[in-house]
């Protein structure tokens, strides 16, 4: 059997990030993939080949915010292996049914002259919006980079800068108090509280929800955040798309030394005396750790799946009924659709410019019609009489994505991942077939095609992905792109459960990382590297961890 420090079961960003970290601490480390290609939902594929030959696409993510909050692409050095980020600006673009439009710039200034034109008022409001939302995201920063029950280590994050944001909204009791009142309303109350008017709120919303739950959510209002990020650090594509991240990636743990096989899906963790000592894949190879297993799939899918039910109740005899009853994933996910262009979109209603098309496009009529997209489908069904949909042109920023002169587009449209009444038919009983995946695209771009007449006819091939093979594509429970749901009781000491939420699991040497750990789903490669250091910092002599926790807190005191 082939034996290595550490085995990572999926080679997503997060597990990649996590095994750079242990290369470059020595360890030698085996990453094990599913699909036939790593990385998970971050991967740019010429999936048309025989249609649209030359045309890639980010099948998944494709804007990228988190990861500027944190220090990965900086400590991995990973521009020395090729990533080079693009920032857009402007950063997003809503046409309004009315004739108005949202266009926010990377600069606040300028966003707030675009809204001026329409409402003095909100433009004022957006100027001070931004402002308390961004002193939000760097008092909170410091949480997202450390493991969130190792409180000495988040204390270390904290510099003068986060500081006094963080004293800036805690300030006092009433501050405090009021401050907790916000964070456990909801999007919607929020943007009701400070905009009167609908081309202002429903970008918004849309950009909120895309914490995956409708705007009228309470204790989802940190989703009002989405938008002011895009503003400061700013969003993001690599070069190349969102591969170019995974390649980078890849090239580094390669020339560490590290391994990455794919087409080895995991079936087994295998447990000796209460240790987890490596993994068995479909086939029955088996590969040893000698140091860790780690898990970039979420703990639901690993505990209820690839361990043994008596090794688990062993270790903790409750823990098995409360990740399949406890662990809440709503019934919300993604259909995808992929398309290869003749030319761009036109918004010729709305004074066209090219420029719209470098941030992201948002359908988002009102806070109503994108509170539908995520209620209903909540509830089993598809919001597509009306659709509310986000749209990227990537070609617009980064023009290699496709042969000279065209274009590719990215939609994202909000669907159940099962079908109320259809179930037990369709792929995996969910309900979806090809026929009705192929009709929800066409109203999704006929919609789209009300703002932008020249979009249906232009496009030369198209990829529709429904839930359900989203789901099975990614091996996400019930086709969850943040792995389980990214609320509040769900959320940093709290995911994905308060006993297994600093990356260490009951079971000794059996790690988690990925989106289903804090701080969550997205492109952050945040949980990769709280989980190697968690993993690091174990194996060190009680000695040295004291005086890390030592320097830790010096580290406060000299950045305040
Ligand atoms: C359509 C879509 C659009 C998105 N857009 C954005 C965006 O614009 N910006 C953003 O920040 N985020 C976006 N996200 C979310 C983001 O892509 C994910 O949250 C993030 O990529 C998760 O990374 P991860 O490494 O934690 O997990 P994953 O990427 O899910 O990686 C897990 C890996 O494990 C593998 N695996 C699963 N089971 C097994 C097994 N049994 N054996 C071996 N391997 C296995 C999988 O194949 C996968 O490679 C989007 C997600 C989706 C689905």
Redesign the pocket.
């Known amino acids: 059997m082939q034996a290595y420090d550490a085995v990572i ?7 990649l990030v996590c095994a750079s970290y242990l290369l470059k601490a020595g360890y030698s480390v085996l990453l ?4 036939s290609v ?5 991967t740019t594929e010429e999936c048309l080949p025989e249609e649209a030959p030359g045309f890639k696409f980010n ?8 990861i500027h909050l944190g220090p990965v692409v900086e400590e991995l050095e990973l521009t020395k292996y090729g990533l080079e980020y693009l920032f857009c600006d402007p950063v997003a673009f809503c046409p309004h049914p009315d004739g108005k439009y949202f266009l926010g710039h990377r600069s606040i200034e300028k966003t707030c002259a675009e809204i001026a034109r329409y409402s003095p008022r909100d433009a004022e409001k957006y100027a001070e919006f931004t402002n308390y939302w961004q002193r939000v995201t760097k008092a909170i920063t410091p949480i997202f980079n450390a493991p969130p029950k190792s409180l000495l280590d988040v204390a270390g994050n904290y510099g003068l800068k986060n500081l006094q944001d963080l004293f800036s909204l805690l300030g006092g009791v009433d501050k405090t108090l009021d401050f907790i009142r916000t964070m456990i309303t909801s999007p919607e109350d929020i943007l009701n509280e400070w905009f009167d008017s609908e081309f202002v709120k429903a970008p918004l919303a849309r950009l909120a929800a895309e914490m995956g739950a409708p705007p009228s959510q309470k204790t989802l209002a940190i989703g009002a955040m989405m938008m002011s990020m895009r503003h400061n650090p700013g969003m993001a594509r690599p070069r190349g798309g969102t591969g170019a991240l995974v390649q980078s990636l890849l090239k580094l743990v390669k020339s560490k030394g590290g391994e990455v096989l794919c087409d ?4 087994k963790v295998l447990i000796d005396d209460g240790r987890a000592v490596g993994v068995r ?1 479909a086939g029955g190879k088996e590969y040893r750790a000698n140091k860790a297993v780690i898990s ?2 979420d703990a639901k ?1 690993l505990f209820l799946r ?1 361990v043994e039910p008596t090794d688990l109740d062993t270790a903790n005899p409750n823990l098995r009924e409360r990740l399949d009853r406890r662990i809440v994933n709503n019934n919300e996910t ?1 259909l ?1 659709i992929d398309c290869a262009l003749s030319e761009a979109p036109r918004f010729e209603a709305y004074d066209h410019k090219d420029e719209y098309l470098i941030g992201s496009v948002l359908i988002a009529d009102s806070v109503r019609q994108v509170e539908k997209s995520h209620a209903l489908a909540q509830m089993g069904e598809i919001a597509d009489e009306d659709p509310s949909m986000y749209v990227d042109v990537p070609t617009m920023l980064d023009p290699s994505m496709a042969p000279d002169g065209k274009h590719t587009m990215w939609i ?1 449209f909000f669907a159940p991942y099962n079908i109320a009444g259809a179930e037990g038919t369709g792929l995996n009983g969910t309900g979806w077939t090809d026929e009705l995946k192929n009709k929800v695209a066409d109203r999704v771009i006929d919609k789209l095609t009300e703002y932008a007449p020249n979009v249906k006819k232009s496009v030369i091939a198209r990829r529709v992905e429904s839930p359900a093979e ?1 789901g099975e ?4 429970y019930k086709g969850n ?3 389980i749901d990214m609320t509040l009781d769900q959320m940093i000491f709290f995911r994905p459960l308060p006993e297994i939420a600093n990356y260490k699991t009951p079971i000794k040497n059996l790690y988690l ?4 750990t804090h701080p969550g ?4 490669g945040m ?2 590297r709280n989980c190697a250091r968690v993993l690091l910092s174990s194996q060190q002599p009680f000695s040295q961890r004291f005086k890390d926790a030592g320097d830790s807190l010096m580290s406060v005191f000299k950045n305040t």
């Open positions: 079961i999926g080679a997503g960003h997060n597990g094990l993939e599913k699909r790593p990385g998970g939902a971050a099948l998944c993510a494709i804007d990228h915010e988190f080895q899906q995991v079936e894949v970039n799939i899918r690839m993604i995808k994202e989203l594509r990614l091996g996400a792109y943040y792995h990382t990925g989106a289903g789903g997205s492109i952050s949980p990769g």
